[in-house]
């Protein structure tokens, strides 16, 4: 077999190659044959008809299958010999067959880049302190007391700011005169989630009383059956009911479980703070070390991957905002940004495992297997269940690559000057 290499750029490459002719015309004849064992001509027994009568009738879906068959596997073949470290599959820019003749190919096939790393040793790295202000323990407390407030009939006045108001709204589409589902709702007053419509009609109702007002929705809006519609509200309130906040106080922290006081409560609030700021501090950290190390790294990266990467990275938004209105120009935004960080992820990904290989680090089944019981600690469910999901969707690797990175990470942190 006959090949050329020819290079497009450090990390593409152009294959100009020949499947010799005595090799199409075997796999011509054994998809000939194929075929001939399965037709059904009338005249004829199956497995009985006239090879030339199948080719005649057959030639261009023969052409095709011999390509698919024999070109990928001489593909594959002939790039293994070059012992290239390949990213994706080939693709076939040109392509030239007859039969009775060689097949003439031309492909282009992306690799890995070869990392060269700098000194990835003493990195300098800031020392944050972690301190904690009045005002933080202050706002954690207020919002303690947010999630144990109490709500309670409110009388004698109209819908204020924060109440949870039960309404009943009904609609009708001002152009066809259609009238929607009526809805019974309980709406939180003022939320800026809320129709701002809604919240200004609905401040200052009491129970039993109504208002109407119009809302034109935009045509691309997340809700497709109200998009491009203008619709006339009618909104009464059912009832509502007030927000009342508990008293600050040791009554309070005894409340909530294993506080003997108020001031237990607080050295609580401060030691969760103080985990939280030492975590963040940890993750900024280890997030420094690996960006100064890749900014001193050049190196291309194949654009096929970028581009896969890319679209799982706008896969798992859409997924997690499934509505949301999306225009062509906000889509391109979005990829252009998605692929940045496909770029930024797949080459600190290369540069950490580049750094694993040269320090030797490995992760033993043992080191698995403890992972495995902190997934399902964290998640509360027994080994076995966690162990059963990994199998079906095949992540045991995934787990394994990432369990390497971060020790990766965490070696560099503690190899790194901070100061």
């Known amino acids: 077999m006959k090949s050329l290499i020819k290079d497009i750029s450090t990390v593409k490459k152009e294959i ?12 011509y004849n054994d998809v000939l044959k194929k075929y001939g064992d399965k037709v059904k001509i009338k005249g004829f027994r ?33 790039l293994r010999s070059y012992q290239f470290k390949t990213a994706g599959m080939p693709v076939v820019t ?18 890995w880049p070869e990392i060269k790393l700098p000194d990835y040793k003493k990195i300098k790295l800031k020392k944050n302190k972690v301190i904690i202000g009045s005002k933080e323990i202050d706002d954690a407390l207020e919002d303690v007391r947010l999630r144990s407030a109490r709500y ?18 009904k609609g009708q589409d001002v152009n066809t005169k259609r009238f929607l589902p009526t809805d019974k709702a309980v709406v939180l007053a003022n939320h800026p989630d809320n129709e701002k419509a809604l919240n200004e009609n609905l401040m200052g109702l009491k129970a039993g009383e109504s208002a109407e007002f119009s809302v034109e929705y935009i045509k691309d809006h997340a809700n497709k059956k109200l998009a491009g519609k203008n619709i006339r509200y009618k909104i009464t309130v059912l009832s509502l009911k007030e927000k009342k906040l508990p008293e600050l106080n040791d009554d309070f922290a005894k409340e909530l479980g294993d506080f003997e006081d108020l001031n237990a409560l607080t050295k609580r609030i401060m030691d969760e703070l103080k985990e939280s700021k030492e975590r963040e501090i940890k993750r900024q950290q280890e997030e420094d070390v690996v960006s100064k190390i890749a900014d001193q790294v050049k190196v291309d990266l194949p654009e096929s991957v970028i581009d896969q990467e890319a679209t799982a990275i706008l896969r798992r938004r859409f ?19 998605a692929k940045e960080k496909a770029r930024r992820n797949l ?20 080191d698995y297997q403890e992972e495995m019981q902190k997934i399902a600690a964290a998640n509360r469910v027994p080994v076995s269940q966690v162990s059963e999901q990994i199998s079906r969707d095949g992540s045991k690797e995934d787990i394994k690559d990432n369990l390497l990175l971060r020790r990766t990470i965490d070696f560099l942190v503690s190899e790194a000057i901070i100061n």
């Open 16 to 27: 100009e190659m020949e499947i010799p002719a005595v090799d199409a015309e075997q796999e």
């Open 46 to 78: 199956q497995g009985k008809v006239p090879p030339e009568m199948v080719k005649q009738m057959y030639h261009e879906d023969i052409r095709e299958s011999v390509i698919n068959n024999l070109v990928p596997r001489a593909l594959n073949e002939e």
């Open 94 to 111: 040109e392509l030239k067959y007859e039969e009775g003749e060689p097949i003439q190919l031309k492909a282009e096939i992306e690799l």
């Open 152 to 169: 309670e009939p409110a009388k004698d006045r109209g819908v204020a700011d924060g109440d949870y108001v039960v309404t009943e709204i």
């Open 319 to 337: 997924a997690s905002q499934p509505d949301a209105p999306v225009n062509k120009e906000d889509m391109d935004k979005l990829m252009e940004e």
């Open 347 to 366: 080459k600190n990904h290369l540069i950490l495992t580049k750094i694993a290989e040269t320090e030797n680090f490995s992760i033993s089944e043992k």
